[in-house]
């Protein structure tokens, strides 16, 4: 599963007709693919090898393969997906990793209920890649990820602690990089001699400040740029962006400049750049911009503005209209939190998928964990803890994080209503890169089983007074009754706590007639579903414990072939 969109342009080959049908229902959901037609197949698929980013082949492997056979370098290959005249399969042919062609096997698959067919070796045994981790990667890249893959010993070697994915136990960290005969992964921002035994990671650190009079050529930043860098030993593959003052936002030879090397340009005012302390600051830069220093003020602040995680490498150095200096970034943490949905697996969204196995630690409930082990990669760190333990899997999360790791907290439905992502990013701070992954509610997915109860406006509200005070909840349904919103009460009832749904549907009862629909989901979308229908003025709270979800319609809520509707208000119907 991926979470990827489609290539920009993706040539589709056909050379029958039920080929041109099947290339046709991928054209019709991706409006940047186009059928490719020449005089002869072969001829067209040339065509889509040279002008598309990826190709689509309704042809025999065989036949793709002679023809392409002569054009490819695995460097520069576009994503080539192969399917068959019964399009039961797509099969990843060429750059399945750095073309993209896997994941766009799985969206073919996925529009023609194919099944999507993919060989390379790390993706078969469900470890990640080293050209997938999205850095730059050069040297013997094959040769260590055979070598990972044959469980044989590859020493990481890292300059900092960068948030990488889960690695298997015979990847093991190192803190001196000493030489030896065996494999080893090396992650630096530095230039390092390579060989066949040894492949580098670019981790994004680098920023490099940029200033410059009007109209400077593009060829004079660049060259002063590569220059400093490789004096200062340090290659261009891990810069992380540009970075100017707002006033060269649009100067052509710095944008140019990013555009070329693959980066973007970040600007900041002259206010946020005059309060960074940098070594060099100078009067006449202040009287021209407003601020004493551009370009080590740029890259010590970076992208993010956070000048205290940078260290300046190179002080500002000039050509005749160009000023380059360099700071390196210190790593922060990743902390994923993810929500799973109600459930069932399909309705795990693909972020999720892709975030678990990104993560090289994943916290969660113990219940929670056991539905995602299948998806982890080999070597993932697992921080169960049982019911009850919210604020403690919080803590251990972030804990994690701060610590350098790349890690995913896990709940329920959506990681942002009633879970787990409130109480994590109370904790979590500045030195922490959070990411949140939306799923599937407890709510939705009780409302698809119940028809269309949430309709229209609607009100979330949880009967928990274990951190709510009862009379803060009191008044928070009233209020929802007073305005009439359908309501959908969470934690509706436990065997500790099992006179407040009766209450609150007694609010309720007091603000919209008593046939107003109610609907009890239990188990949505997980073995022992149950659906149940009543009203207001029958529904019996002894039916509800604390798996199920409670909606209780507005006054304008129907039944309509036994399914809660709640109208949008149009006036169709009349």
Known sequence: MTDQNPPARIGLVAATAAGRRHADTLAAAWPHARLVERDTVAEALRAAWAGCDAVVAFLATGAVVRIVAPLGHKRTDPAVVVVDEAARHAVALLGGHAG???????????????????????????????????????????????????????RLVADADWPLPALPPNVRASDEDTPDDGYRLLVTDRVVPTDGRTAVLRPPSLVAGVGASRGVPAAEVAELLHRVLAEAGLDPASLRCLASADIKADEAGIRSTADTLGVPLVTWPATRLAAVDVPHPSEVVR????????????????????AGDATLLVSKTATAMATVAVARHAPRGRLAVVGLGPGA???????????????????????????????LRPGTRVLASGLGAEEARARAAVAEAAAGRAVALIGSGDAGVYAMASPALEYADERIDVVGVPGVTAALAAGALLGAPLGHDHAYLSLSDLHTPWEVIERRVTAAAEGDFVTVFYNPRSRARDWQLGKALGILAGHRPPDTPVGVVRNASRPGEQVHLATVATLDPAIVDMYSVVVVGNSDTRLVAGRMVTPRGYRWRS
């Open 287 to 306: 009287a021209a911009v407003g601020t004493p220093s551009v370009a080590e003020a740029a890259a010590l602040l970076g992208s993010d503005g956070r």
């Open 345 to 375: 697996a399909d309705l795990r969204t693909p972020r999720a998928v892709t975030e678990l196995r990104r993560a090289a630690v994943v916290v969660g409930l113990d219940q929670y964990l056991d539905q995602v082990r299948d998806v």
């Open 100 to 154: 993209g062609g896997n994941a766009l096997a799985e969206q073919v698959a996925a529009l023609l209920d194919a099944r999507a067919v993919i060989t390379t070796a790390t993706d078969a045994v469900g470890l990640p890649g080293l050209d997938t981790l999205g850095w730059p990667v050069h040297g013997a890249v094959a040769a260590v990820s055979r070598a990972i893959l044959d469980g044989e010993p590859v």
